[in-house]
């Protein structure tokens, strides 16, 4: 999604020449080969990394890492009424 964004980001930045998703991720490969930091502090070099061997972190937010959520399932036994309104016609068989 990082990566996405900053496509996006540099496709919609007026005046840079990047107008294709193409030209977007060979910019963002120069500018990580070439030690650059995204203006949100990130490295670029961070955005092209394997980081799915951590959990992501708020505190240490710049290190990456995947995200993960907690699934709370709780069963509870609902009843539930549905009105409708319906029309009924007899017909002749």
């Known amino acids: 999604l990082t990566i996405?964004?900053?496509v996006i980001e540099l496709i919609l930045t007026p005046d840079n020449g990047i107008t294709t998703e193409a030209?977007?991720?060979?910019a963002i490969i120069a500018l990580a080969t070439a030690?650059?930091?995204?203006?949100?502090g990130v490295l670029y070099s961070t955005l092209l990394t394997d980081d799915s061997d951590h959990d992501f972190a708020l505190a240490s937010a710049l290190d990456g890492g995947k995200?993960?959520?907690v699934i709370n399932?709780?069963?509870i036994?609902?009843?539930e009424l549905i009105d409708f309104k319906?029309?009924?016609d007899k017909h002749a068989h």
Request: overall charge negative; hydrophobic content about 25%; proline content about 8%.
């Open 35 to 40: 030690g650059q930091t995204h203006p949100g």
């Open 86 to 88: 319906s029309t009924w």
């Open 4 to 6: 996405q964004g900053t």
């Open 23 to 26: 030209e977007a991720m060979t």
């Open 73 to 75: 399932n709780v069963c």
């Open 67 to 69: 995200l993960t959520y």
């Open 77 to 79: 036994p609902v009843n």
